[in-house]
């Protein structure tokens, strides 16, 4: 985070606006929103410079619960907002907040633009799989088939997965959490804030309305340990219960493999170390198919690299330095000019 | 070759004083011509013409050699009095191929002068230009002055000395030829010498060889019987100052990094490349040490949206495009609208529909301009009349959003973009200031808070402490800011922006005649680029005894306040403009006069001789 400005201790309550939160009752985006302003002020940013922008979904009303600077914008159009008010002033926080509709159908084109350039935000994507707004039609993330009113006879769109989509853009930081489990959400949240770049964290979220129980097989608590994985960079891909089940990789078709620690000799020293640096690793952990691998959660991809709007103030200060502060007068008199008396 | 047989036969070497000449340079792509007009018109503006220029560039980058259409063109009309346009038929038509020649020669004066390179006139030449027969020995010239010279054979001989390879000698026949123009209008060849070494000072053989070219054909003017062409053009009578040549788009870029000095705030462009406007660009990614951060956006939807999110943080947040991407931008126009949040969008007009021609001009976006948008959306419309007068607009844009609060659509075209003329210096002291104030104070503070005399809510950026709101596209409530679905309050907000952006009429200008009577028998009212050619056939007509004015419209949205009593003095009113009558039907609409439409949509702007003819038979109906 750019701004770690000594500011008033804020609680949650700071953050919250004076708006009544109109999402459907028992929707994920309550979880998300309270997670949020739990974090927010132990990032230490004061209020008025943190700035959250949306497009258009359920998703975008976000702006309107946070008590601090917020754009409601146009479908799709958020990434290309936020990337405006950064360039025009990068001591902001921006936050970007989308969904699977607004952020990878409509807004595609943009976000892919937004993280190659790795623009300094913080973008929340809500994964629900479905239109909420528009009342239930498939998004670009339903799984193919998917019998909505748009496609009664199942839908024939093979999805696109956020994260891989996220990978390929090659954005800079890549994380991915579930409204529901708090702690990792935090977690995921301080990951996201931290990171100065484009920082992508797609968040499955249920649409308990139109799409209600998407992500339970792995997203229930009794199902958690088993079908989900907990990656943290440095430390063993292991999942399961007890951390008896891991990842090792198949060195001869260079693909994943997921295994049980003691069974046909397996031992921890096989299993894969994860390594956030890696894009191949973070590619692969990211659409590993379900069920018969977990679905990884987590920072599966993190490096350094400059900032879009870092470089841009970087080149005006070399230009400033270049060629002093800019003279009108002079440059309305450059190149030919003649005399009348 | 045609007998070449001047007009009058003064002696040889004399110049004879003419009032002025327009001169049209055509080649292949490849030949230089914007290079051989452009330093032919820096000769004319030092010597005190008053001029203006039109390059014709070829839709291609790089068109097959030889082919109609990769020719390239540059006009220039230059005088001893005012000028008004780039002229309708040149004079003297220099033309390096056959394919330039069959795609100009229909344009040039009975009786002109034309200059070709017969050294191109090969056959093969001739049948990629589609001449059965060489138009130099077929007598189709005849009516023509013509001087056949091998241009391209006198360049190699003049070079020679110089060591180059072949193809690098030849590529300097435009310099001979411009030696020749040089010497035809009397011209100093020292600003092209100077030009030449900047140009190719590291490479003094080039110095050498484009040097020698241009004294051999200046020389040879001398001794050829081209000498009987020689003239001058003496000085314009123009106001006193410093001037300087410029083209619409440069002088338009130039009016921003202006503006965003005047108002003491950072600009912010975003942009996608797009002719005519992607030199706006170009031009102004060049001023970063004036607080000009250029970003070039992955479409025209993320541009004009990362300049409102550049404008919502308190910067000017400025789009420049041509139609088909101010169509894409349509949505966020209205976004900008509902926010009420100060951006500029500049539409560098085209020929459309779709990608229709983009090289070429034309103002069909005008209801484009002032309906375009989904629901109650006015913004302000601005348009400029000539190149120069962009840089003037340009700041009046950026002065009329931040004041009000609105998208300003400021409207050029192709014709302004790449149009040029002698434009006296503004001194920095005379340039109005532009007053820019943010909220800061948080007491009784809502976002939709207005001034009373604009209605221009206040602007309160992110980073103010106590200020936090959130705005967005959804309807707001009238008292509080707040999201509203309410119907009164939806009614009440459209009628607020909407008498908001009418509330500019108090503070703009009041339509002035340019030409004639404030009353009269004929106003012929233009708007944008047709300025020059109005106003000139106006005059002409007007010394032919009609009594005819011109009006020009710089705002369109709002109109002068005056516009309804001007319409009013005047028993019937023309209005010419590059489109199937646009104007004509909202000046209808709003002041129920019956104006009569002259439209003209051929990618080409109007010619004087065109508009005085219109209002001769106008007069006569």
């Known amino acids: 985070m750019s701004n770690v400005v000594p500011a008033p201790k804020l609680t949650r309550k700071d953050f919250e606006s004076d708006q009544d939160v109109r999402w459907c009752p028992g929707c994920g985006d309550y979880s998300i929103l309270a997670n949020v302003q739990r974090v927010m002020p132990e990032l230490g940013v004061p209020r008025e410079k943190l700035v959250f922008v949306s497009g258009i979904g359920c998703s975008s009303r976000f702006p309107y619960y946070m ?44 976000l892919m633009h937004c993280l190659r350039r790795n623009v300094d935000l913080n973008i929340l994507l809500f994964n629900n799989r479905i239109y909420g707004l528009t009342k239930g039609q498939y998004s670009p993330t339903s799984e193919f088939g998917k019998i909505t009113k748009s496609s009664p006879t199942g839908s024939v769109d093979f999805p696109v997965d956020p994260s891989t989509f996220a990978i390929g853009c090659s954005a800079s930081f890549v994380a991915r959490s579930i409204d529901v489990d708090a702690t990792h959400l935090t977690e995921m949240l301080r990951r996201t804030a931290a990171h100065k770049g484009a920082s992508f964290l797609e968040i499955y979220q249920n649409c308990n309305v139109f799409n209600d129980g998407a992500f339970d097989a792995f997203r229930e608590k009794v199902h958690r340990d088993d079908r989900t994985i907990r990656v943290q960079h440095g430390k063993p891909l292991l ?24 069974e046909n000799g397996v031992t921890e020293q096989e299993i894969l170390l994860h390594d956030e640096t890696n894009p191949t690793l973070a590619y692969m952990l990211a659409r590993m198919p379900f069920p018969d691998f977990p679905v990884a959660l987590g920072v599966l991809y993190a490096v350094d690299k400059p900032t879009y709007d870092g470089t841009l103030t970087a080149q005006r200060d070399a230009s400033l330095k270049k060629n002093g502060q800019g003279d009108l007068h002079a440059l309305l008199h450059s190149g030919n000019t003649w005399q009348v008396s | 070759m045609a007998n070449p047989e001047p007009q009058s036969t003064p002696l040889p070497h004399a110049a004879k004083e003419v009032s002025g000449a327009v001169v049209r340079f055509v080649g292949d792509s490849g030949d230089g011509m914007q290079v051989t007009g452009s330093q032919f018109t820096v000769a004319a503006a030092l010597a005190g013409n008053d001029l203006a220029t039109f390059p014709d560039f070829p839709a291609e980058i790089r068109a097959p050699a030889g082919t109609t259409y990769g020719v390239s063109g540059f006009q220039i009309n230059f005088a001893s009095r005012d000028v008004f346009t780039p002229g309708d038929s040149p004079d003297v038509l220099v033309a390096m191929n056959p394919a330039a020649l069959t795609t100009n020669i229909r344009d040039l004066k009975r009786g002109g002068l034309v200059i070709v390179n017969s050294g191109a006139f090969t056959a093969t030449n001739l049948k990629k230009a589609g001449y059965e027969k060489n138009p130099l020995e077929d007598g189709s010239l005849d009516g023509f002055n013509v001087f056949a010279i091998d241009i391209s054979k006198s360049t190699l001989a003049a070079v020679e000395h110089t060591g180059l390879s072949k193809k690098d000698a030849e590529r300097c026949k435009n310099f001979w030829t411009l030696g020749l123009m040089f010497w035809i209008y009397d011209r100093d060849l020292a600003s092209t010498i100077k030009w030449v070494e900047a140009k190719f000072g590291k490479r003094q053989e080039l110095v050498d060889a484009n040097v020698a070219a241009l004294k051999a054909g200046h020389a040879y003017g001398e001794t050829a019987e081209i000498s009987h062409f020689h003239y001058k053009v003496p000085p314009a009578a123009v106001a006193p100052g410093t001037y300087r040549n410029i083209g619409g788009n440069t002088a338009l870029a130039w009016g921003f990094v202006a503006a965003a000095q005047l108002a003491e705030r950072p600009l912010v462009l975003g942009a996608y490349p797009i002719t005519p406007a992607s030199d706006v660009l170009h031009e102004l990614s060049r001023f970063k040490h004036f607080g000009v951060t250029t970003i070039q956006a992955e479409d025209e939807i993320a541009a004009i949206c990362l300049a409102l999110g550049a404008s919502y943080a308190g910067s000017i947040g400025l789009t420049t495009s041509s139609g088909p991407g101010i169509a894409l931008k349509g949505e966020a126009i209205g976004l900008a609208v509902s926010t009420e949040l100060p951006l500029v969008i500049v539409n560098i007009q085209r020929g459309g529909p779709s990608t229709g021609l983009p090289t070429k001009t034309e103002q069909a976006d005008l209801f484009q301009a002032v309906y375009g948008r989904n629901g109650e959306a006015p913004v302000c419309v601005l348009a400029a009349s000539t190149p120069g007068d962009c840089f003037y607009m340009a700041i009046e844009a950026v002065r009329l959003a931040v004041k009000y609060m609105t998208p300003v659509m400021l409207l050029t075209d ?22 820019v104030t943010f909220r800061t104070d948080p007491e009784g503070f809502h976002p939709y808070l207005r001034d009373e005399t604009t209605l221009a809510r206040n602007w309160a950026i992110p980073g103010t402490p106590e200020l936090m709101h959130r705005i967005g596209g959804i309807e707001k409530s009238f008292k509080s800011g707040h999201i509203s679905y309410d119907p009164e309050n939806h009614e009440l907000m459209c009628q607020t922006r909407a008498e908001k952006v009418a509330r500019i009429a108090d503070d703009i200008p009041e339509l002035q005649i340019e030409v004639g009577e404030d009353s009269g028998k004929l106003l012929v009212l233009g708007w944008g680029s047709t300025y020059g050619a109005i106003r000139e056939a106006v005059q002409r007509a007007r010394e032919r005894g009609l009594s005819v004015s011109h009006a020009h419209l710089k705002y369109i949205n709002p109109f002068p306040k005056n516009l309804g009593e001007v319409l009013a003095r005047f028993e019937r009113v023309l209005i010419p403009e590059m489109n199937l009558g646009q104007l004509v039907k909202i000046i209808r609409s709003q002041y129920l006069v019956p104006a009569e439409s002259y439209p003209k949509i051929q990618g080409q702007p109007f010619k004087i001789d065109e508009v005085e003819e219109r209002i001769r038979l106008v007069m006569e109906s």
């Not at chain 1, 914008?73 to 921006?94: E, Q, S």
């Not at chain 1, 219960?241 to 060195?251: A, C, E, F, P, V």
């Open chain 1, 67 to 110: 008590n601090t600077y917020g754009f409601h914008t146009i479908h799709g159009r958020a990434p290309a907002v936020a990337m405006g008010i950064k360039a025009a002033n990068p001591d902001l926080t921006v936050w970007l907040v989308t969904g699977d509709g607004d952020g990878l159908s409509i807004g595609g084109n943009h």
């Open chain 1, 239 to 262: 999942f399961g219960k007890d951390n008896t089940r891991g990842l090792r990789i198949d060195s001869r078709t260079l693909s994943l493999e997921a295994v049980t620690l003691g």
């Open chain 2, 414 to 435: 192709g014709y302004l973009a790449n149009g040029a003329e002698p434009w006296r210096i503004p001194d920095i002291a005379d340039l109005p200031k532009i007053d």
